[in-house]
């Protein structure tokens, strides 16, 4: 069964320092996301991209996120300069297309971990 | 804003002792109401989507069904490897394609 990938499975950093997690979404999907879950909270939604442009982002996503599909298979989310509050584990998920039937498939997460 | 709210936060039961979860649901519009199950360390895995007030979809011993204000999760006779977190999530007509998520249950089964 096809599924989302995603690479690193941890990531440890320094304060300060850029980071890009990668996802391999399925296929056929045209729409792509990120979610984080910080430890022991709810799932939060950051960013929809869909034809090569942001569709959607959360307060969260600020000026420090950004994403980009830089070939047909791969989305990536960088963080520029991370901080403390940004350890967390970071799912990619992606849909087929735009009708609500449709269900989003997440990855299995980077966990990121900020020193 | 649109919000979700699950309980219990956790439940322990018996392998074959039936019950049920909850999510409470507060939204502009529904478009979708969607259940995931997480294990440690991995990503929701997608389980059911529900649409309307009265729907219900069924798969091996799990049963979700919706009304207006919540839906319910029910699994029957359940197994050791249905421990897991049950996680509900709302698409709502106002929030395009981002998924607003419940903090999940965490359903333990005992042998």
């Known amino acids: 069964e096809p599924e989302v990938t995603q690479t690193p499975s941890h990531q440890v950093t320094q304060m300060g320092q850029e980071v890009i997690l990668r996802c391999v979404p399925i296929s056929n999907h045209l729409y792509f996301y990120w979610y984080r879950q910080i430890l022991g909270q709810k799932v939060e939604f950051l960013v929809s991209?869909?034809?090569?442009?942001?569709?959607?982002k959360s307060e969260i996503f600020d000026d420090q996120f950004s994403v980009e599909r830089p070939d047909g298979s791969n989305f990536t989310l960088k963080i520029r300069s991370t901080k403390l509050e940004d350890s967390a584990m970071y799912f990619c998920a992606s849909k087929e297309g735009g009708n609500s039937n449709q269900p989003q498939h997440f990855g299995d997460g980077t966990r990121l971990s900020i020193l | 804003e649109d919000q979700v709210t699950q309980s219990p936060e956790a439940l322990r039961l018996q392998e074959g002792e039936s019950s049920s979860l909850n999510c409470s649901y507060t939204v502009s519009g529904l478009r979708g109401l969607f259940w995931y199950r997480q294990d440690p360390g991995k990503g929701p895995e997608f389980l059911f989507t529900l649409y309307s007030a009265g729907e219900e979809k069924e798969k091996e011993r799990l049963k979700a069904t919706l009304t207006k204000k919540e839906s319910f999760l029910h699994i029957t006779a359940p197994k050791p490897e249905d421990s897991a977190t049950y996680l509900c999530a709302v698409r709502s007509t106002t929030g395009a394609q981002k998924l607003v998520f419940g903090q999940g249950t965490r359903l333990t089964i005992n042998p």
């Open positions: 991209f869909y034809n090569n442009e942001i569709s959607e």
